[in-house]
């Protein structure tokens, strides 16, 4: 679509044009900060590309009249520097649930494959479950001892279950065929890989440590110690890990190259079950509230200062837009799928989705897709797409 000199993509909301000058050709341009409030914007020389973020979207899609976002160019020719100020509209977007996945009641934890065609899910009884997102049944395999949390590959290869009674993780094809098991430390709960996979990091509650596990070779290779850890997730580098101790109010912070542990207080309790969730870009830590609290922890990694969205009682898993601009946020006692904005960290929808949302969301890798995951099978795990308005 083509409006007044720029074009929209109207499924993307991408908009491109020119940026106006009286001699483009020997001129240079440049972005003037503070950029745009809802997006980003690229140029090359005096072509402008400006992406609306998720959030952006979605907030313009609840607005009554048309959304418009802008942003200032610097224009430096041979008469001197010249400010040219931008508006763009801002193509609005909304959300709706789209199925219901079959799957057996009552999983423990659950992860999606990279290129978003299956979700594993876990399960006490000794059950890992293969969900196929397209449809077509699932598959389940029984594991001899109590399946706790679930983490897949990059390259979607190797899935990897953790098994708390038994102080073990199996190491799984894609299609849940055993390849071996490696003995950790007691009682693991919450797994994490390296961004390049080559790393699988293990919360053992009752050992008071992570190891960090050569996933090729299913050696360990550290032994950290950290009291009671039950969650944890690696920060986009791979420089560092974040875990949630016991049922505190505090998060430990893991340097992997130094092997020094930082604790930073939080002001809230964290609940044993709940995920912890690194921005794309490293910048901020999000941590659900424990039991009986109402909020959804920000943590600024420059500084660890700790800001918080408020949510429906019980919040009990939180997952990133892959732009950054959007929390998902699942609570228990809402029985829904609370949308909010990552940078000002106020809610802008609620999707209700199934009963009792006890695990954390999962957005697929362009981001157009969420799962929320219930305790009542296919009743529970609920697709929710983006769509255009």
Same mark, same amino acid.
Request: glycine residues 10%; hydrophobic residues 40%.
């Given at each position: ?6 074009? %929209? ?149 190797? %899935? ?34 390296? &961004? ?17 596990? $050569? ?7 550290? %032994? ?75 943590? $600024? ?13 019980? &919040? ?51 981001? $157009? ?6 305790? $009542? ?13």
């Amino acid at each position: 679509m083509t409006n007044g000199g720029i074009t %929209v993509d109207a499924a993307t909301g991408v908009v491109r044009g020119i940026v106006p000058a009286e001699s483009p050709e020997t001129s240079t341009f440049s972005l003037k900060f503070p950029g745009p409030r809802h997006g980003l914007v690229s140029l090359m020389h005096d072509t402008f590309v400006y992406t609306p973020t998720q959030a952006g979207r979605l907030r313009a899609g609840f607005t009554a009249g048309a959304d418009t976002d802008s942003f200032t160019v610097r224009v430096t020719g041979e008469h001197g520097t010249s400010l040219v100020e931008l508006t763009v509209p801002v193509t609005p977007s909304r959300v709706v649930v789209a199925n219901a996945l079959e799957a057996p009641v009552y999983p423990a934890a659950a992860a999606l494959s990279p290129d978003g065609s299956r979700l594993y899910l876990t399960y006490y009884t000794g059950t890992l479950a293969i969900t196929p997102v397209a449809g077509g049944g699932v598959r389940t395999i029984a594991i001899p001892t109590r399946a706790s949390a679930v983490a897949v590959s990059p390259d979607g290869q190797r %899935v990897y279950v953790s098994h708390s009674d038994s102080g073990t993780v199996t190491v799984r094809d894609a299609d849940g065929n055993l390849v071996r098991t490696d003995r950790v430390g007691d009682e693991p709960w919450g797994i994490a890989l390296s &961004p390049d996979g080559s790393r699988l990091y293990v919360a053992n509650h009752a050992s008071d440590s992570v190891t960090a596990t $050569n996933t090729a070779t299913g050696q360990v290779e550290t %032994v950290l110690r950290v009291d009671g850890p039950w969650t944890l997730a690696v920060s986009p580098g791979g420089e560092k890990l974040y875990v949630s101790i016991g049922e505190s109010q505090q998060l430990g912070i893991l340097d992997l190259q130094s092997h020094s542990v930082e604790v930073i207080p939080l002001p809230k309790p964290v609940w044993h079950l709940s995920n912890i969730a690194p921005s794309r870009d490293g910048s901020r830590v999000y941590i659900p509230g424990g039991f009986a609290q109402t909020v959804v922890m920000a943590m $600024n990694t420059a500084d660890n200062s700790v800001a918080t969205a408020s949510v429906p009682m019980d &919040p009990s898993g939180v997952a990133v837009s892959p732009d950054g601009s959007l929390l998902y946020a699942t609570s228990v006692q809402s029985d829904a799928l609370h949308l909010i904005d990552a940078w000002t960290l106020r809610q802008i929808t609620t999707i209700p989705v199934s009963d009792e949302t006890f695990y954390s969301p999962f957005v697929s890798r362009d981001g $157009n897709r969420v799962y929320a995951i219930g305790k $009542n099978g296919s009743a529970g795990v609920v697709a929710v797409d983006f769509v255009q308005l």
